[in-house]
């Protein structure tokens, strides 16, 4: 007999096989010995009370022979002589999952991505992080994987219904990825892992007879009527194929300009631009988990270390957290030189002492009048001047202007800060200085709101840093609803955060698989 069962239990318990066996034998009525084994298919955790449970979900196998949760197979196929061609410019999830599916559907893909592979690319992140000097193309935005490689990778997405979650999850599964991104209600892969799955992934490209050129920048097209007839590359470079999938990010602002010079069609997109905050993760864990002495709080080993999410709404703007990452490091974001971006990672075992998050408000065209002479390109230079001051008040190399967080809603200039995961370093500023003023007086109100919601959130420990500013693409590259391809230019398919579609690792994952299906049976007939 197979069937699925709910328990609910204490942390320790649901680390334990034997324990959950035993529940299983209790909540079924069976001898425990007829319990053959089980998976867990969900699990999630429930700390609104005062004790911190796990709810799982487990298919169970009662007196009859234990089977292992199926996976999804792939079908990759040598395309090398298939005949049909796909350019793919960029090389993060959209681009990533997009040249997967092509290999599915005996298409060959041929990626062109501006960075280096990830084992060269981490030697330009340790100089950005160690001597703060940057490398333009090759970054935490840019290289191999995308902004995804040397991300939190966090896996879940509210877009349920761009395409199959269970298929991206299972896809990870199959490059490398631990098994229980298959059930946990908030999986994460961690960046020191990353790099391994997207080296696997792109090995299986190669293997099946895909082509990925690295250090090729695309910088135009040659447009003949309504379609791309060549895509041309930084080294004087260009490359020809059937349709061309866009999927160049959220920070690729040459490509934006370079859309708009050519007066191929784009539109200005609301974003949100903030900060990233950073507590002690004991405190965290001890708000979350309803820990009841400060000094003596430590999360019990079972837990996982506590994240939070918060939203409120200040006067017209909305205020809320981004990407968090609990037991991570604040991590230097920046594509350009002299401008100042921060974002967060994790390791999978998240285990360093500090809880970062962005905090951001929502940027709308109403918030945008000084840059109207910019046209589609507005909200993108209004983001850009924040990074600049911020970059100004930092002192330069990339080290971060930063504030206590009481300190910064009362405008005073911390007297010191405290320490912080961000390697680059972080110099006491008046934030009020860098961002807009919106931005400043929505912040400074939310985090006193947040400390109502969070009883100890509100403190001096935790510190403010600036800019956190590639929440989203400041550009949407539009496309038809139905075929998905460029209004103007019938075989170019923007893809991705980039272009406005995805928000995150698995929905341009989703949105890279949904136009490689679509340019399939276009190329197909169908
Ligand atoms: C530090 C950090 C942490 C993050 N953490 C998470 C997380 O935990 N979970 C999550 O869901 N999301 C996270 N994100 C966001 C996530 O990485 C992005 O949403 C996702 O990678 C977008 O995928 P994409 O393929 O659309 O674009 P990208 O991943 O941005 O990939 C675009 C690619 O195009 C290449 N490119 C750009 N211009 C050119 C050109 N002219 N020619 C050739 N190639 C070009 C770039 O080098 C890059 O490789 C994080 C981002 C960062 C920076």
């Known amino acids: 007999m197979q069937k699925n069962l709910s328990l609910k239990l ?144 966090k896996l879940y997405t509210r877009s349920s219904k761009r395409g199959d979650i269970n298929r991206i999850l299972n896809l990870f599964a199959h490059f490398g990825a631990e098994e229980n991104i298959l059930y946990e209600a908030h999986p994460h892969i961690g960046t020191n892992k990353l790099p391994h799955i997207i080296t696997a992934m792109r090995k299986t490209i190669l293997d099946c007879g895909g082509l990925f050129f690295f250090e090729k920048k695309v910088v135009g097209f040659e447009i003949q009527r309504d379609l791309i007839s060549k895509v041309i590359t930084s080294d004087g470079n260009s490359f020809e194929g059937d349709a061309v999938i866009l999927a160049t990010g959220h920070s690729a602002r040459d490509i934006f300009q370079m859309l708009q010079s050519k007066k191929i069609k784009i539109e200005a997109k609301p974003f949100a631009l903030g900060v990233r905050i950073e507590h002690p993760q004991e405190l965290i864990d001890k708000i979350q988990y309803h820990g009841k002495s400060w000094e003596y ?55 360093n002492p500090y809880a970062n998050s962005g905090m951001v408000v929502t940027v709308e065209q109403k918030h945008l009048r000084a840059f109207e002479k910019s046209g589609e390109l507005a909200a993108m230079n209004f983001q850009k001047s924040v990074e600049q001051k911020a970059f ?99 075989n170019l398919y923007p893809c991705g955060e980039g272009a406005g579609f995805a928000g995150g690792i698995v929905s341009a994952a989703m949105d890279g698989e949904r136009l490689a299906e679509t340019i399939a049976s276009k190329l197909a007939g169908v």
């Open 10 to 153: 204490l942390p320790s318990e649901a680390a334990s096989e034997s324990i959950i066996k035993e529940y299983i034998s209790k909540s079924t009525g069976v001898p425990l010995s007829k319990v053959t084994g089980f998976y867990i298919t969900k699990s999630s955790i429930d700390a609104r009370g005062k004790t911190v449970w796990v709810n799982l979900t487990v298919h169970t196998y009662i007196n009859e022979p234990f089977q292992h949760r199926p996976q999804l197979s792939f079908d990759f196929k040598n395309v090398k002589k298939s005949g049909r061609k796909v350019i793919i410019i960029g090389s993060g999830p959209a681009g990533l999952f997009a040249a997967l599916k092509f290999l599915e559907k005996n298409i060959q893909p041929i990626i062109l991505e501006r960075g280096k592979d990830v084992r060269a690319r981490r030697r330009d992140l340790a100089a950005l992080n160690k001597e703060g000097v940057l490398n333009p193309e090759s970054n935490y935005c840019f290289g191999e994987g995308g902004a995804g490689t040397y991300s939190d990778g």
């Open 297 to 351: 709080f430590k999360r019990e080993p079972f837990l996982p270390p506590a994240s939070y999410s918060l939203v409120e709404q200040i006067k017209d703007c909305g205020v809320f957290s981004f990407c968090m990452c609990p037991g991570g490091i604040i991590a230097p974001a920046s594509t350009n030189e002299n401008e100042l971006v921060v974002n967060g990672w994790s390791p999978s075992k998240r285990n």
């Open 392 to 490: 100004q008040n930092g002192g330069g190399k990339y080290v971060a202007p930063a504030q206590r967080m009481v300190d910064f809603t009362s405008n005073k200039i911390s007297t010191d800060l405290p320490d912080c995961s961000y390697l680059p370093g972080t110099h006491s500023a008046s934030l009020k200085n860098v961002l807009p003023d919106f931005i400043y007086q929505s912040l400074a109100e939310a985090f006193k709101e947040f400390g109502k919601k969070m009883k100890g959130y509100y403190t001096n420990e935790a510190i403010v840093v600036a800019t956190e500013s590639r929440t989203s693409s400041p550009v949407r590259i539009p496309r038809s609803e139905a075929l998905l391809h460029h209004p103007q230019i019938k």
